[in-house]
């Protein structure tokens, strides 16, 4: 009889309270021993209750594979039984399935938010019966991940709330995905939008209309935004600066306003604000005229009466290129217009002169202003104090013009036709005569020197000043430290350095002076302190913050012993001025220059900052008064120069970095000019040039060979932008500092190249020995054959052959004398009248300065058919000026073989061109 049990089994698998994401689990007993040699069978038992469920015996020979499982938590035993009734069962254990992902819940922003804000918080609640972790994912609106960041949980329950700045707007897309213990992932059923929107409206386009008075405004804009548009306002300033609103209205996809009747004539300026839901906005200008017209005619005469035709006179609206009205004189001078009751700005081109009168009031036609003016270039007995006009062929505007006393005036004169006259570009300056008698051509008043801006490539000198009633301006060039004293410019011991005289060591003596009769009140260009000569007697600039420039001083030792100057500055612009030395030290009758170095911060008030340099020598001072503008309005290009290294070899290649940034809304072009200036005496070294164009802002390398003969010392690297606004020209600058140190050539270098430069002139004398001996060996000695003959003269050879017989330098020079005067009789320039052959003597004097220059005909053709000189008696010009040339050429005391040759190929030449007349 066998009533034996087996023994206990051994619960193999699963482990007490395991856990696990499948749908399936292996049930494992085993070990269990029956008594009476009976071979134990396992029988499993389970369920979700108390586990006491059969399931059934081994299935898979050593386990029994429980299938069919969903989410939960289950309770099993096993069971060993020995076939005949008597078993053993083991205790209950559990398990549990978790195949789910944790729940995720969204919670802010909510779907769909638009906020005008970057940084924003992301939350979310997660659920599951042992959270892991969260990530959360950010995406732009083309899909590409923005951001993403883990977050570890723990626990059934948790939240997340994740804060991020976002880079930019754009509809954005974000969600959850979590995780539990058991790998089982998921993100929240829908992703959730959140758009940022920090960007203004646009404005697509805005029209207004001119209108007659008495009508109704009809302003329209057209406006968009990536959220949409709340609300657009419009602020209406009338002419006489009264204001008044108007709410527009949006209909058929336009905004629009048509409500006001305008009664008051002349230019309305508009404001137009608009604004989206999130409270971003936006503001643009925009301008319109109510007309109340009238005739308004121009008739231009010289001081004789003779009409002036040809002017082009433009009408602007005022400090702005929109063009409102255009004319040109005719014949008889005369042009008309049909004017607003408004104000303008006036272009006037006369010849290829500009200048531009600002703000003309014609709001009254029974008082509206009366131009006329010409241009003379006449010489006539006016002596311009201190400057040379007549001299140079200069030219001016003369007014006799009324109700444009008050106006500002804008000149610009080209210098292009009268250059090659000036003894230093530098010293061009625009002077203005306050009372003009226009009839008698002088000036009544006093002349004032106007601060004027040179530009380079266009060759114009631009200045600013008030009134252009009886005025009149001249180009003229400084005469002052040009040529020596001058008394027929004025130039006198008291006004120019050049006329000082230096007192004798005695301590007796008495200055120079000018003489001929009384002369007007000197300007006050100039001065001494000490013995010292000073030539500025004020500095006057307007700048813009964030610029720098140098302003370059002269001075002048006129003692007889070496003397020294301290500078020291005072006032509120002393902060934007500063010295490369505060001690200048200068030799007995030395003249040197100092710089300013003047630099306006960025940051830096706009106003006028006053001040003054203090000049010290011995026990004597003086002072030159400072007063630097610095301007709030206009800056359309900021220019920043840097050089790539702080010291440079001479000999050298610099590179400098030039950073141009343009602050306007269109392309700028212009001219950059890069110099190299010697801190210590202000003189330019290198400068190079070129035009520029910039639509937002360029970075370049630009390079400067240095001298290789350059001193070592301090110098400084200085940027001019020129560039025109509004028919003004101005200027962007940039200094940097930079040190230059000698080439240094080591001692070992020297002596090799020393050694073989001896050896290089032994070898050659050498040469030349051998090959004169052979020559000579090889001459026949025939004396009457025909042969070259060498004549030499202050280092000039030439071969000349004759027919007959050898012929003599001097023999050759009669022969091309006679040749020169036969080609000149040829060229028999005919002129109408006296006053067409002084013009011609004129340009005849002129070319053949520019000859002397060096400047090539084809440069002097067209240089003077722009002036509208006929093109064949320019030519004609050209050619009696080579032939005068070459007749001073043949006169000369130092006539070589070699200007033999040269002036025999130059009437070879001219009679080439000579043939095509």
């Known amino acids: 009889m066998d009533n034996t049990a087996p023994t206990l089994p051994a619960q193999n698998a699963p482990a007490s309270d395991s856990l696990f994401n499948s749908n399936w689990v292996l049930l494992n007993c085993s070990g269990s021993i029956d008594a009476d040699g009976d071979v134990p069978v396992y029988h499993y038992f389970g369920d979700m209750i108390s586990g006491s469920t059969y399931l059934g015996a081994n299935n898979t020979k050593t386990n029994y594979n429980w299938t069919g499982l969903i989410d939960g938590v289950y309770s099993w035993k096993c069971l060993a039984g020995d076939g005949r009734d008597n078993s053993s069962a083991t205790s209950i254990r559990t398990f549990t399935i978790d195949s789910s992902p944790p729940a995720v819940e969204l919670i802010s922003p909510i779907d769909g938010s638009i906020v005008s804000f970057f940084q924003n918080s992301f939350g979310a609640n997660f659920t599951d019966r042992d959270l892991s972790n969260a990530t959360f994912y950010i995406w732009n609106s083309t899909r590409s991940l923005v951001a993403a960041q883990v977050k570890e949980l723990s626990g059934i329950s948790n939240s997340v709330s994740l804060s991020f700045v976002l880079p ?63 609300s657009v306002n419009a602020s209406i300033v009338y002419p006489d600066y009264s204001t008044a609103g108007c709410d527009m209205v949006y209909s058929s996809g336009l905004w629009d306003c048509s409500s006001i009747t305008l009664t008051l004539p002349g230019e309305y300026l508009v404001n137009y604000t608009v604004s989206d ?189 008030v009134g252009f009633g009886n005025n009149a301006y001249f180009l003229a060039e400084n005469s002052c430290g040009t040529k020596g004293c001058e008394p027929a410019f004025g130039e006198n011991s008291a006004n120019c350095a050049d006329c000082r005289v230096s007192p004798p060591d005695n301590g007796g003596g008495g200055g120079g002076g000018g003489g ?77 220059d100092f710089l300013i170095i003047l630099a306006v911060p960025k940051d830096t ?129 940039s200094i940097a500092s930079i040190a230059i140190g000698s080439e240094g050539v080591s001692n070992t270098s020297y002596l090799f190249y020393l050694v073989l430069a001896v050896l290089l002139i032994l ?26 003959k060498k004549q030499e003269g202050e280092g000039n050879k030439i071969n000349l052959r004759e027919e007959s017989e050898e012929t003599s330098l001097s023999g050759v020079k009669d022969q091309l004398e006679r040749e020169t005067k036969d080609l000149s009789r040829k060229v028999n320039i005919k002129s109408k009248n006296n006053e067409a052959e002084k013009r011609v003597q004129k340009g005849l004097g002129a070319i053949c300065k520019l000859i002397r220059q060096d400047y090539n005909d084809s440069f002097i053709r067209n240089l003077f058919v722009k002036q509208e000189w006929p093109e064949k008696l320019v030519i004609q010009m050209i050619i009696k000026s080579h032939l005068l040339e070459l007749e001073n050429k043949l006169k000369s005391p130092r006539f070589g073989e070699r200007d033999a040759k040269e002036i025999k190929n130059k009437l070879d030449t001219i009679r080439k061109e000579l043939s095509k007349f």
């Open 516 to 592: 001929g009769g009384p002369l007007k009140p000197a300007l006050n260009i100039s001065g001494t302190v000490g013995g010292i000569g000073i030539g500025t007697s004020s500095i006057y600039e307007e700048m813009f913050s964030g610029d720098s420039k140098t302003v370059s001083v002269g001075l002048t030792n006129t003692l007889s012993k070496p003397a020294s100057v301290t500078l020291a500055a005072e006032g509120e612009a002393a902060s934007l001025l500063s010295f490369v030395n505060s001690t200048i030290s200068l030799n007995a009758k030395e003249s040197k």
């Open 605 to 733: 008030v706009p106003k006028g900052y006053g001040g003054k340099i203090i000049i010290g020598s011995g026990n004597k001072s003086g002072e030159i008064p400072v007063n630097i503008i610095v301007l709030s309005e206009g800056k359309l290009l900021d220019l920043k120069i840097q050089p790539l290294v702080s010291e440079i070899k001479a000999g050298g290649t610099l590179e400098v970095k030039v950073n141009v940034i343009n602050l306007g809304s269109s392309n700028i072009n212009g001219t950059f000019e890069l110099q190299l200036v010697e801190a210590e005496t202000g003189k330019t070294f290198v400068r190079s040039e070129e035009e520029f164009a910039v639509e937002n802002s360029t970075e370049e390398i630009k390079k400067l060979k240095i001298p290789a003969g350059a001193k070592s010392g301090q110098y400084f690297v200085r940027g001019i932008a020129n560039y025109n606004s509004l028919g003004k020209e101005l200027q962007a600058t």
């Open 168 to 230: 930019y707007d754009d509809n954005y897309t974000w969600n959850y995905y979590s995780c539990d213990k058991l790998n089982n992932c998921k993100f929240s059923d829908k992703n959730r939008t959140l758009t940022i929107d920090t960007t203004a409206p646009k404005f697509e386009q805005v029209k207004s209309w001119d209108i007659e008075i008495g009508q109704q405004i009809n302003l329209e804009v057209n406006v968009s935004d990536r959220v949409g548009v709340y």
């Open 277 to 465: 839901s999130l409270g971003n906005k936006n503001s643009t200008t925009d301008w319109f005229e109510v007309y109340d017209r009238y005739s308004w005619n121009v008739a231009l005469s010289d001081y004789i009466n003779s009409p002036v035709s040809g002017v082009g006179i433009i009408f602007y609206k005022s400090y702005n290129s929109k063009i409102l009205l255009s004319n040109a004189t005719d014949v008889n001078g005369k042009a008309s217009f049909f004017v607003n009751k408004r104000f303008y700005d006036i272009s006037n081109l006369i010849s290829t002169h500009k200048f531009i009168l600002r703000g003309v009031n014609f709001t009254n036609d029974s008082c509206a202003p009366i131009l006329n003016y010409y241009l003379t270039s006449e010489p006539f007995e006016e002596t311009i104090l201190l400057h040379r006009f007549k001299d140079i062929s200069s030219f001016g505007i003369a007014a006799n013009s009324k109700g444009l006393e008050n106006n500002p005036v804008n000149m610009t004169f080209d210098y292009s036709s009268i250059f090659y006259n000036i003894s230093d570009l530098n010293k061009l300056e625009v002077v203005k005569c306050t009372n003009w008698d226009y009839a008698n051509r002088t000036c009544l008043g006093q002349w004032d020197i106007l601060a004027s801006l040179r530009n380079i490539s266009g060759k114009t000198i631009t200045a600013d000043s």
């Open 763 to 788: 070898c050659v004398v050498i040469i030349v020995l051998i090959i004169r001996y052979l020559k000579n060996r090889k001459q026949p000695k025939q004396a009457n054959k025909k042969e070259y």
